[in-house]
């Protein structure tokens, strides 16, 4: 009897090999705290590739790995507010403000009047 297409499409899937990339990024966040520890301890960036690549750790491009070490280890995380709205069991919708994801106490801002304002009759003393 045939497989149906459903089993056929299992068994194709599970051959497919990870996108190149994917194996890449992984590559990169298995090894992620020896790049950390390199360079804290002041090595540059081309150094810990050459080394990484010379073992046949990783297998790609400079360039690529240079993305990898900006964004998962240079590139600070934001912090920025995130508003949900939650609607309640009454069919009101309540709203949650500023929550930061390292949970800390967000203040409001104090709202100061910044800028520059003309003043179009000169002081005499600014005058010479």
């Known amino acids: 009897m045939a497989k149906s297409l459903s089993e056929r499409i299992a068994a194709m899937t599970m051959k497919k090999m990870p996108p190149r990339t994917a194996q890449n990024r992984a590559t990169f966040l298995a090894l992620r705290m020896d790049v950390k520890n390199a360079l804290d301890d002041g090595w540059p960036v081309k150094s810990i590739w050459e ?8 297998d790609f491009s400079y360039q690529a790995f240079r993305g990898y070490v900006n964004r998962l280890i240079l590139t600070p ?13 009454h069919g009101q919708r309540d709203k949650i403000d500023q929550v930061t994801t390292n949970a800390t106490e967000v203040k409001p801002k104090e709202s100061v009047a910044t800028g520059f304002k003309f003043n179009n009759t000169p002081k005499k003393e600014d005058l010479l």
Do not use: D, G, S, V
């Open 77 to 89: 995380p934001a912090l920025m507010p995130i508003t949900q709205e939650l609607e309640n069991p």
């Open 51 to 58: 080394t990484l690549f010379e073992e046949r750790k990783i």
